[in-house]
Structures are given as C-alpha cells and as structure tokens.
C-alpha cells in the first residue's frame, strides 16, 4: 500500500500542509503499513514545461517517437501516480484557483496517450481509479453560506483528474484562515476529519484496481462528479467531551482535541500504564456516561483507571475501595495538599471513592501514578 503525498504551499507551515498532514495521518491509522511518497512541489517546484516537451506533444509522430529527455520529468511523475494505492494533496487557493506550482504538476501528468485519449465524446482517462483526498485551505470563502469570491480551483482541479482516470475525489474546504488564529484554525481542521469517508481506502485485493465500488455510497453534496465535504464548524468548550459516535478517537483527533502538551501527557501516562503493567490490563474505549463522550478504560477485573480526553483538558478517574481508603488516610499527610483536598471532596459511592483527576501539570501527573501505584503494585519483573 502507497501514499503519494503531495504539498503545493510555499509555506512550511501553512494551513494546507497541516490539514494533508492530519488526512495522510488518518489514512494512516487504518492502513498503518502504507508507504508514503512524498512529492513537496511547494518547497520544491517543478519546472515549468519547456519547448522540448511541448514538442514532444505536438503531433502523433512526436509523440511515439519523443526528442530524448523531453518526457523523463513527466515519467516520473506519472509513476508516482501508477505506483500509488491514494493520492492526499494540500493545496492553497491562490487567486481563486491552484497555485502555478499545482498548475506544473498536471501539466506533466496529463498527456494524451499516456494518461487520457481524446475521443469525440472528451478526454479519456487511461489510469485505474484511487482515492484522491484534497484539503484545500483558503484565506476568505469559496462556498458554503458565507462563499464571498468565486470558486475555480475544486471544478479544476476535480476535472483535470477525473481526465485521467482519478474520479474518486473527495475535497475538504478550510475556509476563513486569514480569521482564525493557529488554534481555532486547528479546531476547524479537526471538525473536517470526521467526514473523511474511509470506505473507499482501498482493500488488500484492490490495490492498484480502482479500489472498491463506490457507487452505493451516497455522497454529502455532488457537484459536477465530485464528492464536496462541508462542515459548520461549532467552537467546543474547555471541558467538552469527544462525541463523535462513529469510532473511537484516533491519535491525530486526540492530539488535537487536548492540545500538544495534554497529548503529550496522555501519551506519557499510557505508556508508563504499559511499562509497569505489561500485559495486565487492556485499553478499552467506552462511549457514554453522563456528558456523553469517549473515555479509555484499564481494566482487569476491577477497573485501574479511566482516562478522560476533554476539549484543551485530560483527566484521570481512580476509583477507591475500601483498602485503598485506608492506605490513603495512612499516607495523607506525605501526599500533595491539593490531591488531598480532592480526595475530601470526592464522592463516595457503592463501589468505592471516586476521584476525578485533573492531568494539567507534572505534579499531576504524578499523583495518578502514585495513586496506581498504591491501588495496584506493579508487577513483580519491573
């Protein structure tokens, strides 16, 4: 399985380049063995085509019979396409349409007789179908209620592909950048990720086939042949839960819903849990409770804790028994005075206290390992 990856801003940290980033990630997690290829026209620009290849073009002898070098470019390119299962392109939009740069790679892809032939019905495409996901970053509004300019760039950009054989397209517009700041343009490039339709990945018998038939599968907004994802981005609040029901959270969406320092945090608490219990308990993702949301439960035959991913939040759940209670009140004076202030105001059920942690910090961070520690030794080979 292969992944061309193509990114055509000039800026290194552009928009475009993280929204193809989170699409290749996400693909990623559901094909994790893919090889990527990575085609970077934006730092990295293809030259503009010459006489030469020009030349080559102009006629069905010239063609069969290229002036040497003329088409190596275009070889290369083209085999980057032929080589992979799906294509992830960033892209800006530039004057209400692609970037030259963007422009520069199609016109080397696109040759008649080699990727499409001309019919008296149109352009043929001549390569198998595969997925083609292109995240489009725009500093104003191209469609949607709020569309203030027109849109060149998606029926481009949908119809030079489909002229190969690439009509297996989906687009995901982030729109308004130049109105958001990093971190709410983060949140609107989260809130696109859910509409990434994975069913079209294609399977183990389907690469470099055209993938699986799509033809069953309705899409949210056909315009002239291609599939549109829109989504109303609605601003979460600190504290919200992760309440997309369709599947559980995937790192890339946990990343960005906690932010960079909380996911390095849960990332750090899952593997001590991994390195002090190898093997004990096995992570399970619960959706519901009383916020509606997902949470990451440890759990053997009794629970060691649940983690709880939250909007710019992380929290950790310890549920303690009667034994614990006790071990607790003999240490509760070498414990951190805020855990212990949490501890007293914690609600006693049935099956025992139940502190809900808060995970901001280091010394936190801390206190929950403390606490397993004391709830369950670890085992005997660590």
């Known amino acids: 399985m292969n992944i061309l990856h193509i ?15 989170a699409i290749v990630e996400t693909l990623l997690e559901v094909v994790p063995t893919a090889s990527i290829t990575r085609r970077d026209i ?5 030259p503009q085509t010459t006489l030469l290849h020009a030349a080559a073009l102009a006629s069905p002898a ?12 275009s070889e290369i390119l083209i085999g980057e396409v032929e080589a992979a299962d ?25 040759r008649v007789g080699r990727t499409m032939k001309s019919t008296p019905a149109g352009k043929v495409g001549l390569l198998h179908d595969r997925p083609v996901f292109i995240g489009v970053a725009s500093g104003a509004f191209y469609t949607g209620e709020r569309a203030n300019q027109p849109d060149f760039l998606t ?22 950048t130049a109105f958001l700041d990093w971190e709410h343009a983060a949140l ?8 990434l339709d994975l069913s079209v990945v294609p399977g183990p018998g389907d690469i470099h086939a055209g993938g699986p038939d799509i033809s069953t599968i309705p899409p949210r907004g056909h315009i002239g042949g291609f599939y549109m994802r829109e989504t109303t981005l609605s601003l979460p609040q600190i504290g919200d839960r992760m309440s997309e029901r369709a599947a559980p959270p995937l790192d890339v969406a946990l990343r960005e819903w906690i932010g960079p320092a909380g996911f390095a945090r849960w990332s750090e608490l899952r593997a001590w849990i991994d390195e002090f219990y190898p093997g004990v308990f096995v992570p399970d993702w619960l959706y519901g409770g009383k916020n509606r949301g997902w949470t990451l439960r440890y759990k053997k035959t009794k629970a060691l804790t649940t983690l709880v991913p939250e909007f710019r939040r992380l929290s950790a759940i310890v549920v303690m028994g009667r034994a614990e209670r006790e071990r607790f009140e003999e240490r509760r004076y070498a414990w951190r005075p805020e855990l212990v202030t949490l501890y007293d105001n914690a609600r006693t059920y049935v099956d025992g206290k139940w502190l809900t942690l808060p995970v901001s910090d280091g010394s936190d961070l801390q206190d929950v390992k403390d606490l397993l520690l004391m709830k369950r030794p670890p085992v005997s080979n660590v």
């Not at 990114?7 to 980033?21: F, N, Q, W």
């Not at 010239?62 to 470019?73: F, M, N, V």
Request: aromatic share 4%.
């Open 188 to 195: 609107a490039r989260q809130a696109l990720l859910p509409a």
């Open 62 to 73: 010239t063609l069969a019979a290229p002036p040497a070098g003329s088409l190596d470019l």
């Open 7 to 21: 990114d055509s801003s000039p800026r290194l940290e552009s928009h475009s380049r993280a929204l193809s980033a």
């Open 42 to 46: 934006g730092a990295d620009p293809l």
């Open 86 to 110: 799906m294509i992830v392109i960033g892209t800006p939009m530039h004057n209400l349409t692609i970037p030259s740069v963007l422009k520069a790679w199609i016109d080397q892809i696109l």
């Open 155 to 176: 029926p481009y950009l949908s119809l030079s592909l489909s002229s190969i054989g690439l009509k297996t397209q989906q687009f995901f517009p982030l729109q308004g």
